[in-house]
């Protein structure tokens, strides 16, 4: 399986501590909700099927940070997510601003962020292109610590002999890799 060439993805420098404002909407469709956080920079969140005020409430117990409504930062990345679910092959582009990340997580989700829409990966075979054969439960955990969804389409990781897991639950892992034609 080949990965992207270039990363739709830009992974700015990761921050050491939690923004004091964090910009938040949401990118609704007929049979999806996104919610998105981050700075004017990049996002630092994207979760599916929850409310915005659940996200609104993470920001400020985990972060302390102040939410701000605002759609603005994340034209180009919701204009991205309705093309994906409107059955629009492609990447996402976005800039992403990992927050307090591992060196290993990161690169985890560096690979992710190349696998190509419609295809899949198992942990082991990222692991491989890591050059780190044997990693594929830590690669599972950095998978399940992808704050990012979508736009690191963690998804597209499977174990070897099932789906494995996904944090934002199976039935959206299903449903995704099912808009994608790898599942029936």
Not at 28 to 52: I, K
Request: some cysteine; aromatic content about 6%; overall charge positive.
């Amino acid at each position: 399986m080949k990965l992207l060439q270039e990363s739709p993805v830009e992974f700015l420098a990761p921050l050491s501590k939690p923004p004091e404002k964090v910009y938040v909407t949401t990118v609704d469709g007929d049979h999806y909700s996104v919610v998105l956080a981050g700075t004017e920079q990049g996002l630092l969140r994207v979760m599916m099927n929850v409310p915005l005020e659940f996200l609104i409430g993470n920001i400020r117990s985990d972060w302390n940070a102040r939410a701000v409504k605002d759609s603005t930062p994340f034209e180009s990345v919701a204009g991205g997510i309705r093309s994906y679910f409107t059955g629009t092959p492609g990447p996402i582009r976005a800039a992403v601003q990992p927050l307090m990340i591992t060196p290993f997580t990161l690169e985890v989700h560096r690979i992710l962020a190349r696998i190509p829409h419609g295809a899949t990966l198992r942990y082991g075979e990222v692991a491989e292109i890591m050059g780190k054969p044997g990693a594929a439960r830590a690669v599972g955990s950095a998978c399940g610590r992808n704050p990012v969804l979508l736009v690191v389409p963690c998804h597209r990781v499977v174990a070897a002999n099932g789906l494995g897991g996904f944090g934002a639950g199976l039935d959206i892992k299903k449903t995704l890799l099912r808009l994608e034609h790898v599942l029936p």
